[in-house]
């Protein structure tokens, strides 16, 4: 078999091969690919279409080629175009004739789609694992440092006392959602596109409810049109996936400030730090920097799809082509992405004494001076105008809050009396214990809840 050319005389250029054929990059659908045509062999024959000798033929045929492909024996052939063309013109090859008798009731449309959701599908399983460990990691390393406290920052500025517990689950939260998200996305990946041939449904009397039980699918596609031409599938994982790379690239950029001299309030393991050509004395954050970088190209792939899409009619065009190597590029720097940030986040080392001496510089008890007013009898708006001045007196004073005398603290206000030294670190964080909370009572219980969360099978 050479390429398919039914109408034609003369064989395409090598340009037009080179240029159409797409099994430099679609050779990694062959095991959805082989899985794929042995079911549907299976159900030729169980119809009746083909015989039971011929499907045992062809599966066998298949499963050998499976094993060059696995062996690095097997010669991907541009004229054959792609991954499909490739493993059929194998079998014709190896089992003969018969071998032609397995594109019965099908086209590359409707394969082509199928493979993709088989992918997609395998891809989400693991997305969905690789979440876990990373939320995994997460809660240990807030388990390790429990009592750790840091400010909280808002517009990068020293905002309020945190427990690093309370931040680090604020994670676990976003990820939690992108979990959620790609589940969402599996039920609407797990849908049967086989049987609908060309574009119209295919003229044999096919089953594709047995197609769907014997590939794992949970639905099948209700329209033909519609399954040859929906990428839908491909989209949502790529969305679902920039929201998950964007998580991760905050957690990067964290990670890179807190590694920074100015913080200093994590260090980063040997194993996942590199070092400078010429700067002996660097360690660098280039991982998290990576993962940083390759938001974009991720977001790239998303906003490229989308653009691709939007103007193609109804059913296969060829363009849809395209779909593929930027989802494989995505499904691949989100996985590599989530891996490294496993170990880099459960090796890393917490500075928890810095992170206090943060808190001092930043005047990060200011709220709790204003609330203390407040208490007291003052309007919040004028406990927030006192407590400001204050500050901005200590702030040239060269003196934290602390540091202040009584009298110092009463020329701002005559309400405030010795208790003022009453508050700490420790007590603003006990005060925020409304639910989500960084009181450490309440984050016991949200490290509590979030490992019941990850001791439950996912989609629960
Ligand atoms: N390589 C093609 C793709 O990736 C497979 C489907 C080809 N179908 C066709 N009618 N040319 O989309």
């Known amino acids: ?15 037009t091969i080179g240029y159409t054929a797409s099994i430099p990059f679609d050779w990694r659908l062959y095991p959805y690919d082989i899985a794929g045509s042995i079911a549907h062999a299976k159900m030729l024959s169980k119809q009746g279409i083909i015989s039971d000798k011929e499907a045992k033929i062809i599966t066998r045929g298949l499963t050998a080629i499976r094993e060059e492909i696995e062996r690095d024996k097997f010669k991907f052939k541009s004229e054959f175009e792609d991954i499909h063309m490739n493993i059929e013109a194998r079998l014709i090859e190896k089992v003969g004739k018969v071998g032609g008798k397995l594109h019965t009731a099908r086209s590359r449309n409707d394969q082509v789609a199928l493979d993709m959701r088989l992918f997609a599908g395998a891809s989400l399983l693991q997305t969905g694992k690789a979440i876990k460990n990373l939320q995994q990691a997460l809660l240990g390393l807030a388990k390790t440092n ?12 020293p905002a309020q006392p945190i427990l690093l517990a309370h931040h ?3 994670y676990f939260e976003m990820f939690q959602r992108d979990l959620a998200r790609f589940d969402d996305c599996s039920k609407r990946t797990m849908v049967l596109p086989s049987g609908s041939g060309a574009l119209a449904g295919v003229g044999y009397d096919i089953d594709r409810e047995f197609l769907a039980k014997e590939l794992g699918f949970s639905q099948i596609s209700q329209n033909s049109i519609d399954a040859v031409s929906d990428r839908d599938f491909i989209l949502e994982y790529e969305f679902a996936a920039s929201i998950c790379m964007m998580h991760l690239s905050r957690l990067a950029e964290e990670i890179i400030l807190w590694s920074s ?10 194993a996942y730090a ?21 938001t ?3 977001y790239g792939h998303l906003m490229a799809l989308l653009t691709t899409m939007k103007a193609l009619s109804l059913a296969y065009n060829r363009d849809m082509q395209e779909d593929k190597e930027g989802f494989f590029d995505t499904v691949d720097s989100l996985l590599s992405t989530i891996e490294i940030f496993i170990g880099m986040v459960s090796t890393l080392h917490v ?31 004028s406990a927030h105008s006192i407590v400001g001045k204050l500050v901005n007196y200590a702030a040239t004073e ?7 005398s009584l009298t110092e603290y009463k020329n701002f206000s005559p309400l405030f009396t010795k208790d003022v030294y009453s508050i700490t670190v420790e007590t603003s964080l006990a005060a925020r214990n409304t639910i989500g909370g960084t009181a450490p009572e309440r984050v016991k219980q949200a490290l509590a809840r979030a490992k019941k969360i990850l001791s439950k099978p996912q989609g629960k």
Do not use: C, W
């Not at 200093?264 to 393991?269: I, M, P, T």
């Not at 590199?274 to 390759?294: C, F, H, Y």
């Open 1 to 15: 078999m050479s390429q398919i050319r039914g109408r034609f005389l003369r064989a395409a250029s090598k340009g």
């Open 398 to 404: 060269g003196k934290s809050l602390s540091e202040l």
């Open 351 to 381: 500075k928890a004494d810095n992170m206090r001496r943060a808190l001092e510089k930043g005047y990060t008890l200011a709220t709790d001076l204003a609330d203390y007013l407040v208490k007291k009898g003052e309007a919040f708006r």
């Open 261 to 270: 001299a100015g913080f200093d309030f994590v260090e980063l393991d040997e």
């Open 146 to 157: 429990k009592n750790a406290v840091l400010p909280g920052y808002t517009h990068l500025q």
């Open 168 to 170: 680090l689950l604020a």
């Open 296 to 298: 974009g190209r991720v």
């Open 274 to 294: 590199t070092g400078s050509s010429i700067m002996p004395q660097k360690k660098n954050p280039d991982v998290a920097e990576l993962a940083r970088g390759k």
